[in-house]
Nanobody, 114 residues
């Protein structure tokens, strides 16, 4: 089982990034997928989630700026992040969850700074 995030980096405030999470080794389409983030000295927090049927939910802090999506044919999860703010700086993780299993990726760093 693997979840591999990519797409992080350094971006100026107001900029955009698109994170990807490539999944393998499990039935991706049968899992609820989520993005979390963890800033230095803070607890990991839920950013966005997408159900098997494509229903999405967002943290209040990112609603209207971030969009979560999935491509079951490609076993991939995405997070489009627009209008980025310095407070979005964190390591971003994808998570796959089902009734029986829970998988985490290794994370990708997003830094928003001028």
């Amino acid at each position: 089982v693997q979840l591999v995030e990519s797409g992080g980096g350094l971006v100026q405030p107001g900029g955009s990034l698109r994170l990807s999470c490539a999944a393998s080794g499990f039935a991706f389409s049968s899992y609820v997928m989520k993005w979390y983030r963890q800033a230095p000295e803070k607890e990991r927090e839920l950013v966005a989630s997408i159900s098997l049927g494509g229903q999405t939910n967002y943290a209040a802090s990112v609603k209207g700026r971030f969009t979560i999506s999935r491509d079951n044919a490609k076993n991939a999860l995405f997070l489009q992040m627009n209008s980025l703010k310095p407070e979005d700086t964190a390591v971003y993780y994808c998570k796959a969850g089902s009734t029986w299993n829970l998988y985490w990726g290794q994370g990708t760093q997003v830094t928003v700074s001028s």
